[in-house]
């Protein structure tokens, strides 16, 4: 060990990165990064060599080339001329469609389930452990297949409604639930919608204020405001206010049987109400379990020390648990959301066309380009998952314990 580390003015020197415990880290990191950089510098030349001598070469020039091939759900405006680049954003939007209702939809019903695993009704932490135990330890695949074959073999066909002999009926007049998917109304937007909309969105923005108020009032002068009925006028008299006074400005079109299918309103393909719920009740096993952890890592102090002042049970654990809790459960909960986003990828497997199916499968086959499709995929899940992480990690930061 060098004596120039036990001497604060002491003049640097080199043989202090490999002698002084101050720089021997950076030197050992600086010097593995060097190394890295050097080997995917050597397999980068090496692959575009080994292209070049079989006569190929890295274009993404196919991108601007048509499809040709036609895609059964979108969320943009997409034909079979549209461009292999088209293609590929209607790939993402649905994958990103999936992914988000289904990470809501998981982290619901998981945390329902793990709360529910800790009950002290027997009949119902045994089902709910049944639950769990069935779903965590059968591939996500076959929960796809068997979901899917549900919804085909169950629910019935859109014949079934028609007629005097009709063995179905949609529910309130508005929605349809058959075997080919499931139909909504859908909003019409007429002259001044956007005021509706905007009110709307400034009303959540009030709800979050309101309930951030209440926690400061709680925290502060020990007043519980109540926050459900309050947090709903909050959201939704406004915006029903302004319905009005701008004369209804958004209607509804409700699908209506036509011939041998429905016509109208939005529609939902089986393929992606299988996946999605498949990946959300998945998923949400998995999460049960993280909330049930992060519960019991709650000491049980602190509910008996929240009974003693006559708080009820629910309000212990929105108080007093789960804000303890989630320090123990985000950081797990991160993972399911980035497994819910990869597992995914599976939905060929019903014929759903996300990113996968797309330019990982038709635009692959149809253009060669296996190398370029394949590194736009590992971007686009490199991307996505790293987004996810980043917000959960800023929400985590947000929520822990300050410490005074």
């Known amino acids: 060990m060098s004596i120039a580390q036990d001497e604060p003015g002491a003049q640097f020197r080199l043989s202090m990165l490999l002698n002084d415990t101050r720089y021997r880290g950076y030197t050992f990191q600086a010097v593995a990064l060097l190394a890295l950089i050097a080997f995917m510098a050597y397999l980068g030349v090496n692959l575009v060599q080994n292209l070049a001598a079989a006569g190929l070469n890295i274009s993404y020039q196919f991108l601007g080339e048509p499809a040709g091939y036609d895609i059964n759900q979108r969320l943009v405006e997409y034909t079979s ?8 954003v209607v790939g993402v939007l649905n994958t990103l469609l999936v992914a988000f209702v289904g990470c809501f939809l998981a982290t619901v019903i998981g945390v329902f389930v793990g709360i529910l695993r800790l009950s002290k009704n027997w009949l119902i932490r045994q089902l709910t452990s049944v639950y769990v135990e069935i779903f965590r330890n059968v591939p996500v695949l076959i929960w796809i297949l068997i979901v899917m074959q549900i919804f085909i073999v169950v629910l019935p066909q859109p014949r079934d409604f028609k007629g005097a002999n009709a063995s179905a009926s949609m529910w309130f007049d508005a929605f349809a639930f058959t075997g080919r998917g499931f139909y909504t109304p859908k909003p019409i937007w007429m002259d001044g919608s956007w005021v509706v909309v905007a009110v709307f969105l400034a009303s959540i923005l009030g709800v979050f204020a309101f309930r951030q108020y209440a926690k400061t009032r709680l ?13 709903l006028g909050i959201l939704f008299v406004p915006c029903l206010v302004v319905y009005f006074i701008m004369g209804q400005p958004i209607g509804l079109d409700y699908p209506a049987l036509k011939g041998f299918n429905f016509k109208g309103g939005v529609y939902m393909r089986n393929s992606f109400i299988a996946l999605t719920f498949a990946l959300s009740i998945y998923t949400a096993a998995f999460i049960a379990e993280n909330v049930r952890a992060g519960i019991l890592a709650v000491s049980k102090g602190q509910t008996e020390a929240a009974a003693s002042l006559g708080l009820r049970p629910n309000r212990i654990m929105n108080l007093v648990i789960l804000p303890q809790a989630l320090r123990v459960i985000i950081p797990p909960l991160i993972s399911q959301y980035l497994n819910l986003t990869k597992n ?24 060669g380009r296996a190398i370029e499709t394949v590194l736009l995929l590992m971007l686009f899940y490199l991307t996505i998952s790293l987004s996810i992480s980043f917000i959960m990690n800023i929400y985590n930061n947000a929520v822990k314990l300050k410490e005074r």
């Open 81 to 88: 001329q549209s461009t292999h680049w088209r293609a590929a």
């Open 219 to 231: 925290y502060r002068d020990g007043v519980m405001l109540e926050r459900f009925w309050t947090s």
């Open 344 to 367: 995914s990828s599976l939905a060929i497997a019903v014929g759903y066309m996300d990113l996968t199916g797309t330019l990982g499968g038709i635009t692959l086959n149809q253009t």
